[in-house]
């Protein structure tokens, strides 16, 4: 969960999502080292004296800033397809949940199971209460199983709205009269927070997204005693 003074990226839960914070440090090294030696020859064109009054052209130099450049591209783009493709991958899943996104709350529906469907709605802030998380915490949450392969499916029946959780690397629209597909794969036990992220109307910000993900034994159980 991210706190006010996390300013990175939030800790990954997913096998996926440790893949999208190895590609993000790839680009940013590059993006430093490109920041360091054009600030290095700005620093020189600035500084210094030299007039060259026979300057009208550079054959080699505009060949040499041109080719730099596009190996440097193709340094970022095809980890990037790599990343895109295994985000897309879906195999074997061992059970669907579906989202819809409403103005403004979620519902979930367990598509394998009847009747299991239930509206998640952001709950009031109680200070007391130290297992209450500001603009974070719902009244029904998610139950998962954690180490499966688990499909998503978006959709909305209003507006545009986003099912977008930063530490499994989730970040799927929800858009009315469609149905997005996606998957997850949580490795550990705990909580994982999400929000909306479409600007999707006056309360945007007030419809959290909580994922509780326990064992697949304790989640047979849930399941079996759902009312
Ligand atoms: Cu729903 Cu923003």
């Known amino acids: 969960m991210a706190t006010w003074s996390n300013f990175n990226l939030q800790n990954s839960a997913s096998p996926l999502m440790e893949q999208i914070i190895f590609f993000h440090d790839h680009t940013l090294i590059i993006l430093i080292m490109i920041t360091i030696l054009v600030g290095y020859l700005m620093m020189n064109l600035f500084f210094n004296t030299y007039i060259n009054r026979f300057l009208l052209e550079g054959q080699m130099i505009e060949l ?84 499966n392969q688990i499909r998503i499916m978006v959709t909305a029946t209003d507006v545009i709205h986003s099912w977008t959780i930063p530490s499994l690397g989730v970040k799927i629209d929800a858009n009315p009269g469609r149905l997005n597909q996606t998957n997850l794969f949580i490795n550990r036990p705990g909580i994982f927070f999400g929000q909306c992220s479409e600007i999707c109307g006056a309360n945007h910000s007030f419809m959290p997204i909580m994922i509780e993900s326990i064992s697949i034994k304790n989640f047979i159980n849930w399941i079996n005693n759902y009312s």
Do not use: C
């Open 64 to 147: 040499i800033w041109t080719i730099i450049p596009t190996i440097t591209l193709i340094f970022i783009a095809l980890p990037s397809l790599r990343l895109l493709y295994l985000l897309d991958e879906l195999n074997n899943p061992l059970i669907t949940l579906k989202s819809i996104g409403h103005q403004w709350y979620w519902s979930y529906e367990y598509s394998d199971f009847t009747n299991v469907e239930f509206d998640s709605y952001m709950t009031n802030y109680d200070q007391s209460n130290i297992n209450n998380f500001r603009l974070l915490d719902v009244d029904n949450r998610i139950i998962l199983p954690m180490n």
